[in-house]
């Protein structure tokens, strides 16, 4: 029976620690320190009280490792990794943004494009909807798919993945960014400079997808700007929720990893540059 | 001998009071309510009192009347300019950005580019340093300049004037905007990124001048980023402090202005255009 493991007691982590549970998996959670966090579904009282195991201490090695902390966390948990790796140990990196497993120095490791959301209060994480992982399509990724089939995680293996990658970042590039720089949630799309700024950003991220060979459909744009303005107006974006708490914002690996291709390739992307000069600076 | 009048105790209206005051005019000052206002000199220990008359409750016709309020209140003192001014007073508008002339319904009406630099804290206003006021050339603005002679108050009537308030507006397009939107004093600049951003709102605001009628010198932008690589780590714009004690911004009549020019004349000016956008909602 294969084990798993998750680095990072957050939203994410947390409701992958309680789907693999749920199915009668083995599964440890590894965080800061020695704690307990509880999981509940949106509109369900039962909690779920899950032990979390400090990282630092472990030495539990994993078969399959997610890691679910933010991308400014990534650095700190690097060092500790060889606690709950083996040689053939298949690491998931379940994080926003893109270009972060480079930082990761072991073979087998892929970029999960995660559609999990949920929100943590304290020890306490709420699972609002969705439980899919997109990933690229290989033997290990088929492998996790079919031990994970019984569980509510739904593991897709996709030979178009970097579409899928591109489609979030730029999904992100828009409303992330404008929500963050106006300390506004989804109501600020209601401003038409704002509005026009982020068609403008979709537009430009585009751009910049075509130049990485990836093509998308003419209207992309316009069906993006269709789903932000479903959103309900007090609707945050992570960037905005860290901005709003002084937290650092995951601005390299969204909007950076944009603003760096855009560079590389000689392109004029001045909405995406503006922003970026702005956000970098938090 | 003409009567003085000035709306607007804050750090600039209140040194106009003390330079008219020094050399023996009649000045009275106009506030929210009754109150007083310190003034000193940087670095003289030396406070002059100066009593503030409520606006609203004033019957004193002035012959020539500052009007010193920020742009963000000038809508709220509008109402009561009957009760300091007759029909042949000489209004002088001595505020930031421009466009705000055609809000007053009052045929002598001129808006001074300020070189005046001071700081209001609490009811304490200490003059930095300036005391300039560049305004068109014509009978009223010459006849100013001449009953003010022999004050501190140094009154320059320009033929070119026109590029004195662009160049005053391209100064504050660039770093205001890049002070207040990263919430840093002058130190931002160190960033690359946001000195390329300052430096392309220098271009943009520039291209706007031009399609204006405006012309400056090749190196504008240049000369410019140079003055702002003078100012010290810490030092703050109006905007930045604005911005920091969430008050409002004077957005409209800087950025925004320059910004709708840009429209009328169907420029492209991606970088006014997306960090006008931000501002925008403050």
């Not at 998996?25 to 949106?42: C, D, I, K, M, P």
């Not at 490792?65 to 690097?78: E, H, R």
């Not at 760096?260 to 540059?273: A, F």
């Amino acid at each position: 029976m294969k084990k798993f493991g998750i680095i990072g007691p957050g939203a994410v982590g947390t409701a992958i620690a309680y789907a693999l549970n749920q199915s009668g998996h083995n599964v440890a959670l590894f965080g800061r320190s020695n704690s307990t966090v509880l999981f509940q579904e949106y509109n369900h009282s039962a909690q779920h009280e899950f032990t979390v195991h400090a990282l630092q201490d472990a030495h539990e090695q994993v078969d399959i490792l997610f890691i679910a902390v933010k991308t400014t966390q990534l650095d700190s948990i690097i060092p500790y990794l060889n606690n709950v790796i083996h040689s053939n140990s298949v690491i998931i990196l379940t994080q926003n943004g893109y270009g972060q497993l480079q930082k990761i120095n072991h073979p087998y490791k892929y970029h999960a494009v995660v559609y999990i959301s949920g929100q943590k209060d304290k020890n306490s994480v709420t699972h609002f909807r969705d439980w899919t992982l997109k990933l690229p399509i290989n033997n290990n990724t088929l492998n996790l798919q079919a031990v994970t089939q019984d569980s509510l995680l739904n593991i897709e293996c996709l030979e178009d993945y970097p579409e899928h990658v591109w489609y979030k970042l730029i999904v992100n590039l828009g409303i992330n960014t404008v929500t963050a720089l106006t300390r506004q949630p989804a109501v600020v799309l209601k401003s038409n400079e704002v509005k026009t700024l982020c068609y403008n950003l979709l537009v430009e991220g585009k751009r910049v997808a075509e130049a990485e060979n990836i093509h998308f459909d003419d209207d992309l744009e316009e069906s993006i700007m269709k789903i932000y303005e479903g959103y309900p107006d007090d609707m945050g974006t992570s960037m905005y929720y860290d901005m709003m708490n002084a937290r650092p914002l995951e601005t390299q690996y969204i909007q950076g990893y944009i603003y760096n291709l855009s560079q590389k390739h000689q392109l004029s992307t001045p909405y995406i540059e503006s922003t970026y000069a702005i956000l970098s600076t938090f």
